[in-house]
Protein backbone atom coordinates (compact mmCIF):
# COMPACT_ATOMS: atom_id res chain seq x y z
CA UNK A 1 0.00 0.00 0.00
CA UNK A 2 1.19 3.55 -0.49
CA UNK A 3 -0.04 7.08 -0.20
CA UNK A 4 -0.64 9.83 -1.92
CA UNK A 5 0.49 12.93 -0.51
CA UNK A 6 -0.07 15.70 -2.58
CA UNK A 7 -1.55 16.93 -5.97
CA UNK A 8 -1.39 19.52 -8.54
CA UNK A 9 -3.32 20.65 -11.76
CA UNK A 10 -2.31 23.59 -14.15
CA UNK A 11 -4.42 24.61 -16.79
CA UNK A 12 -4.26 27.81 -18.79
CA UNK A 13 -6.57 29.97 -16.15
CA UNK A 14 -6.04 28.14 -12.80
CA UNK A 15 -3.19 25.99 -10.87
CA UNK A 16 -4.64 24.05 -7.67
CA UNK A 17 -2.84 22.46 -5.38
CA UNK A 18 -4.90 19.34 -3.25
CA UNK A 19 -8.09 20.51 -5.29
CA UNK A 20 -8.05 24.11 -4.06
CA UNK A 21 -7.25 27.03 -6.57
CA UNK A 22 -3.80 28.31 -5.48
CA UNK A 23 -2.95 30.76 -8.40
CA UNK A 24 -4.98 32.12 -11.17
CA UNK A 25 -2.99 33.87 -14.47
CA UNK A 26 -4.70 35.63 -16.73
CA UNK A 27 -3.27 35.51 -19.84
CA UNK A 28 -3.50 34.00 -23.83
CA UNK A 29 -0.60 32.88 -24.80
CA UNK A 30 0.78 29.33 -23.32
CA UNK A 31 4.25 31.03 -23.43
CA UNK A 32 3.26 34.13 -21.02
CA UNK A 33 1.30 31.72 -18.87
CA UNK A 34 4.45 29.74 -18.61
CA UNK A 35 6.43 32.29 -17.68
CA UNK A 36 3.96 33.71 -15.39
CA UNK A 37 3.79 30.22 -13.27
CA UNK A 38 7.64 30.10 -13.25
CA UNK A 39 7.96 33.99 -12.15
CA UNK A 40 5.40 32.71 -9.46
CA UNK A 41 7.68 30.12 -8.25
CA UNK A 42 10.48 32.79 -7.04
CA UNK A 43 13.18 30.97 -8.49
CA UNK A 44 16.26 31.54 -10.02
CA UNK A 45 16.96 28.44 -12.41
CA UNK A 46 19.36 29.04 -15.79
CA UNK A 47 17.73 25.78 -17.44
CA UNK A 48 14.43 26.38 -17.34
CA UNK A 49 14.57 29.04 -20.23
CA UNK A 50 16.36 26.67 -22.65
CA UNK A 51 13.85 24.10 -22.26
CA UNK A 52 10.55 22.93 -24.36
CA UNK A 53 7.45 23.88 -22.69
CA UNK A 54 6.46 20.07 -21.90
CA UNK A 55 9.74 20.39 -19.83
CA UNK A 56 8.91 23.46 -18.38
CA UNK A 57 5.42 22.71 -17.55
CA UNK A 58 7.27 19.12 -16.13
CA UNK A 59 9.47 21.64 -13.72
CA UNK A 60 6.98 23.47 -12.37
CA UNK A 61 4.46 21.05 -11.36
CA UNK A 62 7.69 19.25 -10.04
CA UNK A 63 8.37 22.55 -7.94
CA UNK A 64 4.55 23.51 -6.90
CA UNK A 65 4.53 19.25 -5.77
CA UNK A 66 7.86 20.26 -3.28
CA UNK A 67 6.44 23.15 -1.92
CA UNK A 68 3.33 21.07 -0.65
CA UNK A 69 5.55 18.92 0.49
CA UNK A 70 8.81 19.83 1.80
CA UNK A 71 9.43 16.46 3.21
CA UNK A 72 10.71 15.24 -0.73
CA UNK A 73 13.76 16.84 0.23
CA UNK A 74 14.46 13.99 3.08
CA UNK A 75 14.07 11.00 0.22
CA UNK A 76 17.06 9.29 -0.76
CA UNK A 77 18.99 9.95 -4.22
CA UNK A 78 17.65 6.67 -5.23
CA UNK A 79 14.45 6.56 -3.57
CA UNK A 80 11.77 8.33 -6.04
CA UNK A 81 10.55 7.08 -9.08
CA UNK A 82 9.20 9.18 -11.95
CA UNK A 83 6.43 8.13 -13.61
CA UNK A 84 4.87 10.56 -16.47
CA UNK A 85 2.79 9.91 -19.54
CA UNK A 86 0.77 11.55 -21.96
CA UNK A 87 -0.97 11.57 -25.17
CA UNK A 88 0.92 13.79 -27.25
CA UNK A 89 4.30 12.47 -26.65
CA UNK A 90 6.62 15.95 -27.74
CA UNK A 91 4.32 16.80 -30.25
CA UNK A 92 4.48 20.30 -30.15
CA UNK A 93 8.28 19.89 -30.52
CA UNK A 94 8.11 17.53 -32.88
CA UNK A 95 6.28 20.50 -35.29
CA UNK A 96 8.84 23.01 -34.33
CA UNK A 97 11.28 20.56 -35.19
CA UNK A 98 9.98 19.75 -38.78
CA UNK A 99 9.23 23.32 -39.08
CA UNK A 100 12.97 23.85 -39.09
CA UNK A 101 14.82 21.84 -41.64
CA UNK A 102 11.47 21.79 -44.09
CA UNK A 103 12.14 24.14 -47.12
CA UNK A 104 15.78 23.34 -47.39
CA UNK A 105 16.04 25.09 -43.81
CA UNK A 106 18.59 23.11 -41.20
CA UNK A 107 17.39 20.88 -38.54
CA UNK A 108 17.66 22.66 -35.15
CA UNK A 109 19.64 20.75 -32.52
CA UNK A 110 18.63 22.40 -29.73
CA UNK A 111 14.80 21.62 -30.44
CA UNK A 112 15.85 17.73 -31.56
CA UNK A 113 17.17 16.78 -28.31
CA UNK A 114 13.58 17.67 -26.63
CA UNK A 115 11.60 15.90 -29.40
CA UNK A 116 11.47 13.03 -26.92
CA UNK A 117 8.78 13.06 -24.39
CA UNK A 118 11.28 11.24 -21.48
CA UNK A 119 13.37 14.49 -21.76
CA UNK A 120 11.25 16.32 -19.13
CA UNK A 121 12.34 13.20 -16.67
CA UNK A 122 15.90 13.99 -16.98
CA UNK A 123 15.26 17.59 -16.58
CA UNK A 124 13.43 16.59 -13.39
CA UNK A 125 16.31 14.44 -12.32
CA UNK A 126 18.98 17.18 -13.07
CA UNK A 127 17.55 19.69 -11.11
CA UNK A 128 16.72 17.69 -8.24
CA UNK A 129 19.71 15.21 -8.51
CA UNK A 130 17.28 12.19 -8.44
CA UNK A 131 18.58 8.82 -9.47
CA UNK A 132 15.81 6.71 -9.10
CA UNK A 133 13.61 4.52 -11.67
CA UNK A 134 12.56 6.40 -14.93
CA UNK A 135 9.81 5.81 -17.41
CA UNK A 136 7.52 7.72 -19.88
CA UNK A 137 4.31 5.99 -21.31
CA UNK A 138 2.14 7.60 -24.22
CA UNK A 139 -1.83 6.52 -23.49
CA UNK A 140 -4.86 8.06 -25.41
CA UNK A 141 -6.06 9.12 -22.17
CA UNK A 142 -5.01 9.16 -17.89
CA UNK A 143 -4.67 5.61 -16.92
CA UNK A 144 -5.27 5.43 -13.64
CA UNK A 145 -5.12 1.82 -13.02
CA UNK A 146 -1.43 1.76 -14.73
CA UNK A 147 -0.58 4.94 -12.66
CA UNK A 148 -1.79 2.84 -9.55
CA UNK A 149 -0.70 -0.37 -10.23
CA UNK A 150 2.99 0.59 -11.37
CA UNK A 151 3.15 2.89 -8.42
CA UNK A 152 2.59 0.82 -5.98
CA UNK A 153 4.35 -2.07 -8.12
CA UNK A 154 7.57 0.26 -7.65
CA UNK A 155 7.13 1.66 -3.92
CA UNK A 156 7.17 -2.00 -2.87
CA UNK A 157 10.14 -3.13 -4.83
CA UNK A 158 13.10 -0.73 -4.70
CA UNK A 159 11.53 3.20 -4.61
CA UNK A 160 10.00 4.87 -1.21
CA UNK A 161 8.40 7.56 -3.46
CA UNK A 162 6.72 8.22 -6.63
CA UNK A 163 6.30 11.17 -8.44
CA UNK A 164 3.97 11.34 -11.39
CA UNK A 165 2.56 13.70 -13.94
CA UNK A 166 0.30 13.71 -16.73
CA UNK A 167 1.08 16.56 -19.56
CA UNK A 168 -0.31 17.42 -22.64
CA UNK A 169 0.44 20.75 -24.11
CA UNK A 170 -0.45 22.17 -27.69
CA UNK A 171 -0.33 25.95 -29.18
CA UNK A 172 -3.50 26.74 -27.02
CA UNK A 173 -3.87 24.80 -24.00
CA UNK A 174 -2.23 23.38 -21.52
CA UNK A 175 -3.68 19.97 -19.20
CA UNK A 176 -1.34 18.98 -16.48
CA UNK A 177 -2.06 16.96 -13.59
CA UNK A 178 0.95 15.99 -10.75
CA UNK A 179 0.52 14.00 -7.51
CA UNK A 180 3.01 12.55 -4.67
CA UNK A 181 3.03 8.93 -3.31
CA UNK A 182 5.09 7.75 -0.94
CA UNK A 183 5.21 4.51 1.23
CA UNK A 184 4.71 5.96 4.01
CA UNK A 185 1.31 8.10 4.84
CA UNK A 186 2.67 11.42 5.37
CA UNK A 187 -0.70 12.08 6.93
CA UNK A 188 -1.43 15.17 4.93
CA UNK A 189 -4.30 14.07 2.74
CA UNK A 190 -4.99 10.24 4.11
CA UNK A 191 -5.30 9.14 0.81
CA UNK A 192 -4.46 5.47 0.13
CA UNK A 193 -3.60 5.48 -3.38
CA UNK A 194 -5.94 3.26 -5.78
CA UNK A 195 -7.09 3.68 -9.44
CA UNK A 196 -10.86 5.23 -7.81
CA UNK A 197 -9.11 7.62 -5.66
CA UNK A 198 -6.48 8.69 -8.55
CA UNK A 199 -9.34 8.92 -10.99
CA UNK A 200 -11.45 10.86 -8.45
CA UNK A 201 -8.71 13.56 -7.49
CA UNK A 202 -7.81 14.25 -11.37
CA UNK A 203 -10.98 14.75 -12.14
CA UNK A 204 -11.78 17.55 -9.75
CA UNK A 205 -9.98 19.87 -11.95
CA UNK B 1 8.20 -16.69 -8.80
CA UNK B 2 10.41 -16.95 -11.97
CA UNK B 3 9.46 -15.00 -14.66
CA UNK B 4 9.79 -16.76 -17.84
CA UNK B 5 11.24 -15.17 -21.09
CA UNK B 6 11.62 -17.06 -24.51
CA UNK B 7 9.97 -16.94 -28.23
CA UNK B 8 12.70 -14.10 -29.31
CA UNK B 9 12.01 -12.60 -32.75
CA UNK B 10 13.99 -9.92 -34.72
CA UNK B 11 12.94 -8.33 -37.88
CA UNK B 12 15.78 -6.88 -39.43
CA UNK B 13 17.71 -6.39 -43.04
CA UNK B 14 19.68 -9.83 -41.78
CA UNK B 15 16.58 -11.68 -41.96
CA UNK B 16 12.90 -12.23 -39.90
CA UNK B 17 13.86 -14.65 -37.40
CA UNK B 18 15.77 -14.75 -34.18
CA UNK B 19 17.40 -18.01 -35.52
CA UNK B 20 18.08 -16.44 -39.40
CA UNK B 21 19.40 -13.21 -37.64
CA UNK B 22 21.72 -14.55 -35.27
CA UNK B 23 23.03 -16.94 -37.86
CA UNK B 24 23.78 -14.00 -39.91
CA UNK B 25 25.35 -12.20 -36.95
CA UNK B 26 27.35 -15.38 -36.01
CA UNK B 27 28.62 -14.85 -39.60
CA UNK B 28 29.91 -11.43 -38.79
CA UNK B 29 27.84 -10.12 -41.18
CA UNK B 30 26.07 -6.75 -41.52
CA UNK B 31 22.73 -4.83 -42.53
CA UNK B 32 24.20 -1.87 -42.90
CA UNK B 33 24.95 -0.93 -46.23
CA UNK B 34 25.31 2.81 -47.94
CA UNK B 35 22.27 4.67 -49.36
CA UNK B 36 22.76 7.62 -51.81
CA UNK B 37 21.58 11.45 -51.13
CA UNK B 38 19.62 10.11 -47.65
CA UNK B 39 20.91 12.85 -45.32
CA UNK B 40 19.97 16.16 -45.32
CA UNK B 41 22.15 17.97 -47.48
CA UNK B 42 21.75 14.86 -50.05
CA UNK B 43 24.80 13.00 -48.76
CA UNK B 44 25.54 9.65 -48.87
CA UNK B 45 24.81 7.90 -45.27
CA UNK B 46 24.91 4.56 -43.89
CA UNK B 47 21.83 2.99 -42.73
CA UNK B 48 20.84 -0.47 -41.75
CA UNK B 49 17.34 0.02 -43.53
CA UNK B 50 14.95 -2.78 -44.53
CA UNK B 51 14.32 -3.14 -48.53
CA UNK B 52 12.28 -5.55 -48.36
CA UNK B 53 9.19 -4.00 -47.16
CA UNK B 54 7.35 -0.62 -48.42
CA UNK B 55 7.96 1.90 -46.77
CA UNK B 56 4.61 2.54 -46.51
CA UNK B 57 2.97 1.68 -43.37
CA UNK B 58 6.16 -0.27 -42.57
CA UNK B 59 5.95 0.61 -38.88
CA UNK B 60 2.29 -1.26 -38.18
CA UNK B 61 3.52 -3.92 -40.84
CA UNK B 62 6.67 -4.66 -38.14
CA UNK B 63 4.86 -4.74 -35.28
CA UNK B 64 1.95 -7.19 -36.53
CA UNK B 65 4.95 -9.39 -38.08
CA UNK B 66 6.37 -9.70 -34.92
CA UNK B 67 3.43 -10.36 -32.70
CA UNK B 68 2.71 -13.08 -35.83
CA UNK B 69 5.84 -14.84 -34.99
CA UNK B 70 6.29 -14.72 -30.92
CA UNK B 71 2.30 -16.01 -31.42
CA UNK B 72 3.46 -18.45 -33.25
CA UNK B 73 5.87 -19.64 -30.66
CA UNK B 74 3.19 -19.44 -27.78
CA UNK B 75 0.37 -21.71 -26.38
CA UNK B 76 -2.86 -20.74 -28.11
CA UNK B 77 -4.98 -17.89 -27.30
CA UNK B 78 -2.83 -16.59 -24.43
CA UNK B 79 -3.05 -13.31 -26.62
CA UNK B 80 -6.53 -12.94 -25.99
CA UNK B 81 -6.52 -13.84 -21.98
CA UNK B 82 -7.61 -11.37 -19.87
CA UNK B 83 -4.22 -12.07 -17.68
CA UNK B 84 -1.87 -11.04 -21.01
CA UNK B 85 -0.64 -7.27 -21.32
CA UNK B 86 1.06 -6.15 -25.33
CA UNK B 87 3.93 -3.86 -24.14
CA UNK B 88 5.57 -1.66 -26.98
CA UNK B 89 8.45 -0.07 -26.75
CA UNK B 90 9.26 3.30 -29.40
CA UNK B 91 10.69 6.17 -29.75
CA UNK B 92 9.08 8.18 -32.77
CA UNK B 93 7.15 5.08 -34.29
CA UNK B 94 5.15 6.25 -37.78
CA UNK B 95 6.43 10.22 -37.26
CA UNK B 96 6.97 10.41 -40.47
CA UNK B 97 3.17 9.47 -41.29
CA UNK B 98 1.82 11.06 -38.49
CA UNK B 99 3.47 14.04 -36.51
CA UNK B 100 0.97 14.84 -33.80
CA UNK B 101 -0.44 11.25 -33.23
CA UNK B 102 2.39 8.89 -34.41
CA UNK B 103 1.79 6.05 -32.42
CA UNK B 104 -2.34 5.99 -31.21
CA UNK B 105 -3.63 4.55 -34.32
CA UNK B 106 -0.59 1.87 -33.93
CA UNK B 107 -2.40 0.63 -30.64
CA UNK B 108 -6.03 0.57 -31.70
CA UNK B 109 -4.95 -1.48 -34.99
CA UNK B 110 -3.66 -3.94 -32.56
CA UNK B 111 -6.04 -3.93 -29.83
CA UNK B 112 -8.80 -4.55 -32.38
CA UNK B 113 -6.76 -7.26 -34.99
CA UNK B 114 -5.68 -9.51 -32.08
CA UNK B 115 -8.54 -9.11 -29.78
CA UNK B 116 -6.52 -7.92 -26.76
CA UNK B 117 -8.34 -7.96 -23.59
CA UNK B 118 -6.28 -4.68 -22.40
CA UNK B 119 -5.27 -1.62 -24.08
CA UNK B 120 -1.49 -2.05 -24.61
CA UNK B 121 1.05 0.60 -22.94
CA UNK B 122 3.44 2.06 -24.39
CA UNK B 123 6.82 2.74 -23.10
CA UNK B 124 8.29 5.84 -25.17
CA UNK B 125 11.56 6.34 -23.33
CA UNK B 126 14.44 6.91 -25.79
CA UNK B 127 17.10 4.46 -26.15
CA UNK B 128 15.98 2.35 -23.28
CA UNK B 129 12.26 2.13 -23.81
CA UNK B 130 13.07 -1.72 -24.98
CA UNK B 131 15.35 -2.94 -22.17
CA UNK B 132 12.41 -0.82 -19.91
CA UNK B 133 9.58 -3.05 -21.38
CA UNK B 134 11.07 -5.97 -20.52
CA UNK B 135 11.39 -4.66 -16.83
CA UNK B 136 8.02 -3.53 -16.68
CA UNK B 137 6.57 -6.45 -17.66
CA UNK B 138 8.69 -8.65 -15.00
CA UNK B 139 7.09 -6.14 -12.20
CA UNK B 140 3.96 -6.64 -13.55
CA UNK B 141 4.11 -10.53 -13.81
CA UNK B 142 5.93 -10.57 -9.97
CA UNK B 143 3.31 -8.60 -8.46
CA UNK B 144 0.92 -10.56 -10.43
CA UNK B 145 -1.20 -7.91 -12.05
CA UNK B 146 -0.65 -10.27 -15.53
CA UNK B 147 0.49 -13.74 -16.31
CA UNK B 148 1.60 -12.83 -19.83
CA UNK B 149 3.44 -10.00 -21.61
CA UNK B 150 4.21 -9.51 -25.00
CA UNK B 151 6.79 -7.24 -25.20
CA UNK B 152 7.68 -5.44 -29.14
CA UNK B 153 10.36 -3.17 -29.83
CA UNK B 154 9.97 -0.91 -33.29
CA UNK B 155 11.11 1.85 -35.20
CA UNK B 156 11.60 3.31 -37.93
CA UNK B 157 13.98 5.51 -40.00
CA UNK B 158 12.43 8.80 -41.15
CA UNK B 159 13.99 11.76 -42.59
CA UNK B 160 13.08 13.46 -38.42
CA UNK B 161 15.42 11.25 -36.78
CA UNK B 162 18.03 11.11 -39.32
CA UNK B 163 18.11 14.98 -39.62
CA UNK B 164 17.97 15.19 -36.31
CA UNK B 165 21.09 12.70 -35.42
CA UNK B 166 22.72 14.76 -38.23
CA UNK B 167 22.06 18.45 -36.52
CA UNK B 168 23.76 16.50 -33.73
CA UNK B 169 26.40 15.61 -35.64
CA UNK B 170 26.26 12.07 -34.24
CA UNK B 171 25.84 10.30 -37.74
CA UNK B 172 29.22 8.58 -38.68
CA UNK B 173 29.94 8.69 -42.38
CA UNK B 174 31.38 5.11 -41.81
CA UNK B 175 29.68 2.01 -40.63
CA UNK B 176 29.30 2.67 -37.09
CA UNK B 177 32.62 1.16 -34.72
CA UNK B 178 31.35 1.05 -31.61
CA UNK B 179 33.92 1.14 -28.39
CA UNK B 180 36.70 1.67 -31.65
CA UNK B 181 39.29 4.13 -31.14
CA UNK B 182 38.49 5.81 -34.72
CA UNK B 183 34.59 5.89 -34.02
CA UNK B 184 33.13 8.70 -35.74
CA UNK B 185 29.54 8.13 -34.47
CA UNK B 186 26.19 6.06 -35.14
CA UNK B 187 24.50 4.38 -37.67
CA UNK B 188 20.97 4.69 -37.93
CA UNK B 189 19.04 1.15 -38.21
CA UNK B 190 15.00 -0.01 -38.00
CA UNK B 191 13.60 -3.37 -37.27
CA UNK B 192 11.68 -4.74 -34.82
CA UNK B 193 11.80 -7.42 -31.84
CA UNK B 194 9.97 -8.91 -29.34
CA UNK B 195 9.84 -11.77 -26.53
CA UNK B 196 7.12 -13.33 -24.67
CA UNK B 197 7.28 -13.03 -20.76
CA UNK B 198 5.39 -15.26 -18.82
CA UNK B 199 4.83 -16.67 -15.13
CA UNK B 200 4.42 -20.24 -16.91
CA UNK B 201 7.06 -22.09 -18.34
CA UNK B 202 4.40 -24.23 -19.97
CA UNK B 203 3.18 -21.57 -22.44
CA UNK B 204 6.51 -21.49 -24.45
CA UNK B 205 7.13 -23.96 -27.42
CA UNK B 206 10.88 -23.74 -27.33
CA UNK B 207 12.62 -24.02 -24.07
CA UNK B 208 12.14 -20.52 -22.11
CA UNK B 209 14.87 -18.81 -20.19
CA UNK B 210 14.93 -16.95 -16.72
CA UNK B 211 14.63 -12.65 -16.70
CA UNK B 212 16.03 -12.21 -13.22
CA UNK B 213 15.41 -8.35 -12.49
CA UNK B 214 15.51 -5.29 -14.47
CA UNK B 215 15.75 -1.33 -13.07
CA UNK B 216 16.37 1.93 -14.36
CA UNK B 217 18.38 4.78 -13.28
CA UNK B 218 19.09 8.93 -14.14
CA UNK B 219 22.33 10.28 -14.18
CA UNK B 220 20.88 13.56 -13.15
CA UNK B 221 23.37 15.39 -15.26
CA UNK B 222 22.51 16.40 -18.67
CA UNK B 223 19.86 15.89 -20.90
CA UNK B 224 21.67 14.88 -24.41
CA UNK B 225 25.80 14.41 -23.15
CA UNK B 226 26.39 11.05 -21.18
CA UNK B 227 27.66 11.53 -17.62
CA UNK B 228 31.61 11.42 -17.25
CA UNK B 229 31.73 9.15 -14.46
CA UNK B 230 28.68 6.18 -16.14
CA UNK B 231 26.31 7.30 -12.45
CA UNK B 232 22.88 6.01 -14.02
CA UNK B 233 24.70 3.07 -15.74
CA UNK B 234 26.53 2.29 -12.31
CA UNK B 235 23.80 2.53 -10.31
CA UNK B 236 21.29 0.44 -13.02
CA UNK B 237 23.34 -1.86 -13.36
CA UNK B 238 24.06 -2.47 -9.02
CA UNK B 239 20.63 -1.84 -7.99
CA UNK B 240 19.61 -5.04 -10.81
CA UNK B 241 22.89 -7.25 -9.52
CA UNK B 242 21.74 -6.38 -5.41
CA UNK B 243 17.79 -7.53 -6.48
CA UNK B 244 18.94 -10.25 -8.59
CA UNK B 245 21.18 -11.61 -5.82
CA UNK B 246 23.78 -11.82 -8.44
CA UNK B 247 27.66 -11.03 -8.47
CA UNK B 248 29.10 -9.57 -11.16
CA UNK B 249 31.66 -13.21 -10.52
CA UNK B 250 28.43 -15.13 -12.33
CA UNK B 251 28.20 -12.71 -15.34
CA UNK B 252 29.62 -14.74 -18.06
CA UNK B 253 28.50 -11.60 -21.25
CA UNK B 254 27.72 -8.09 -21.28
CA UNK B 255 25.27 -7.15 -24.04
CA UNK B 256 26.26 -3.23 -23.80
CA UNK B 257 24.29 -0.48 -25.84
CA UNK B 258 27.81 0.77 -27.32
CA UNK B 259 26.18 2.76 -30.16
CA UNK B 260 29.68 4.32 -31.53
CA UNK B 261 29.86 8.16 -30.24
CA UNK B 262 32.57 9.19 -28.39
CA UNK B 263 31.12 10.36 -25.32
CA UNK B 264 28.51 7.33 -25.14
CA UNK B 265 31.22 4.78 -25.69
CA UNK B 266 33.40 6.17 -23.04
CA UNK B 267 30.83 6.61 -20.48
CA UNK B 268 30.13 3.02 -20.57
CA UNK B 269 33.52 1.66 -20.58
CA UNK B 270 33.96 3.92 -17.25
CA UNK B 271 30.68 2.66 -15.90
CA UNK B 272 32.16 -1.10 -16.53
CA UNK B 273 34.99 0.03 -15.15
CA UNK B 274 33.22 1.37 -11.67
CA UNK B 275 31.48 -2.23 -11.31
CA UNK B 276 35.09 -4.21 -11.62
CA UNK B 277 33.27 -6.02 -14.78
CA UNK B 278 36.41 -5.10 -16.74
CA UNK B 279 37.26 -8.94 -17.75
CA UNK B 280 33.54 -9.67 -18.71
CA UNK B 281 33.71 -10.57 -22.47
CA UNK B 282 31.12 -7.57 -24.02
CA UNK B 283 29.82 -6.35 -27.15
CA UNK B 284 27.92 -3.46 -28.96
CA UNK B 285 25.14 -5.39 -32.02
CA UNK B 286 25.17 -1.74 -33.32
CA UNK B 287 27.61 -2.74 -35.72
CA UNK B 288 25.40 -5.24 -37.23
CA UNK B 289 21.99 -3.82 -36.61
CA UNK B 290 22.64 0.29 -36.67
CA UNK B 291 21.20 1.95 -33.80
CA UNK B 292 17.50 0.88 -33.95
CA UNK B 293 16.59 2.68 -30.92
CA UNK B 294 13.31 2.00 -29.58
CA UNK B 295 13.74 -1.79 -30.89
CA UNK B 296 17.17 -1.89 -29.93
CA UNK B 297 16.61 -3.45 -26.35
CA UNK B 298 14.92 -6.02 -27.23
CA UNK B 299 16.75 -6.81 -30.57
CA UNK B 300 20.09 -6.94 -28.57
CA UNK B 301 18.22 -9.01 -25.49
CA UNK B 302 16.97 -11.41 -28.56
CA UNK B 303 20.75 -12.33 -29.91
CA UNK B 304 21.93 -12.92 -26.35
CA UNK B 305 19.21 -15.06 -25.62
CA UNK B 306 20.36 -16.52 -29.05
CA UNK B 307 24.01 -16.86 -27.65
CA UNK B 308 23.16 -18.62 -24.63
CA UNK B 309 21.07 -21.24 -26.05
CA UNK B 310 23.65 -21.99 -28.58
CA UNK B 311 26.68 -20.83 -26.11
CA UNK B 312 28.62 -18.74 -28.83
CA UNK B 313 29.12 -15.13 -28.22
CA UNK B 314 29.37 -12.60 -31.37
CA UNK B 315 32.43 -10.48 -31.80
CA UNK B 316 31.65 -6.63 -31.44
CA UNK B 317 31.28 -5.73 -35.39
CA UNK B 318 33.10 -2.77 -36.04
CA UNK B 319 35.78 -3.04 -33.12
CA UNK B 320 39.58 -3.22 -33.91
CA UNK B 321 41.37 -0.78 -31.52
CA UNK B 322 40.82 0.15 -28.53
CA UNK B 323 39.23 3.74 -28.21
CA UNK B 324 37.98 3.91 -24.33
CA UNK B 325 39.56 4.44 -20.75
CA UNK B 326 37.49 2.08 -18.82
CA UNK B 327 39.62 -1.56 -19.48
CA UNK B 328 36.81 -3.60 -20.99
CA UNK B 329 36.94 -6.88 -22.71
CA UNK B 330 35.26 -6.01 -25.88
CA UNK B 331 34.83 -9.31 -28.26
CA UNK B 332 37.26 -9.23 -30.92
CA UNK B 333 36.18 -12.60 -32.12
CA UNK B 334 33.49 -15.11 -31.95
CA UNK B 335 34.00 -16.85 -28.62
CA UNK B 336 32.25 -20.69 -28.01
CA UNK B 337 32.06 -20.96 -24.13
CA UNK B 338 29.13 -21.34 -21.88
CA UNK B 339 27.34 -18.94 -21.74
CA UNK B 340 24.75 -19.27 -18.34
CA UNK B 341 23.97 -15.42 -17.51
CA UNK B 342 23.94 -12.24 -19.20
CA UNK B 343 23.80 -8.51 -18.25
CA UNK B 344 21.89 -6.29 -20.81
CA UNK B 345 22.61 -2.51 -20.77
CA UNK B 346 21.00 0.45 -22.46
CA UNK B 347 21.50 4.11 -21.89
CA UNK B 348 19.79 7.35 -24.22
CA UNK B 349 19.04 10.72 -24.45
CA UNK B 350 17.74 12.24 -21.15
CA UNK B 351 20.25 10.66 -18.85
CA UNK B 352 18.30 7.35 -18.70
CA UNK B 353 20.13 4.42 -18.17
CA UNK B 354 18.62 0.65 -18.00
CA UNK B 355 20.21 -2.62 -17.07
CA UNK B 356 18.57 -6.19 -17.13
CA UNK B 357 19.70 -10.05 -16.02
CA UNK B 358 18.98 -13.06 -18.12
CA UNK B 359 19.84 -16.44 -17.14
CA UNK B 360 19.65 -20.20 -18.55
CA UNK B 361 17.42 -22.02 -16.22
Known amino acids: ?205 | MITYIGSENIISPLGDSARENFIKVKNNETGISLFSGIGVDKEDLYLSKIGTLSDNNKFDVLLAKCLDSIIKESSDNIINSKDTIVILSTTKADIQENLTAPIQSSVEKIKVAYKLHHTPLVISNACISGVLAMNTANNFIQSNIYKHAFVIGADVISDFVLFGFQSLYAISNEVCQPFDKERKGISLGEGAAGVLMSSESSVFKKEALEFVEGTSSNDANHISGPSRTGEGLYRTVQKTMELANIKSSEIDFISAHGTGTLFNDEMESIAFDRLNMNNIPLNSLKGYFGHTLGAAGLIETAISMQSIRTNTLVKSLGFEAEGTSGGINILTQNLEKEVSTILKTASGFGGCNASAIIRNI
Open chain 1, 1 to 205: MSYINSYCHISNDTVKINGENSTSIDSDSIEEIIRELYLSLELKYSKFHKMDQLSKIAFIGTELIKQANPEISKSGENDIALLFSNSRSSADTDIKFQESYQNGGIPSPSLFVYTLPNILIGEIAIRNKWYGENMFTISSIFDSEYYANYCNILIKKNAEAALCGWINVDDDKIEAFFFFVTKKDLKQLNLPLDSNMLEKIYRQD
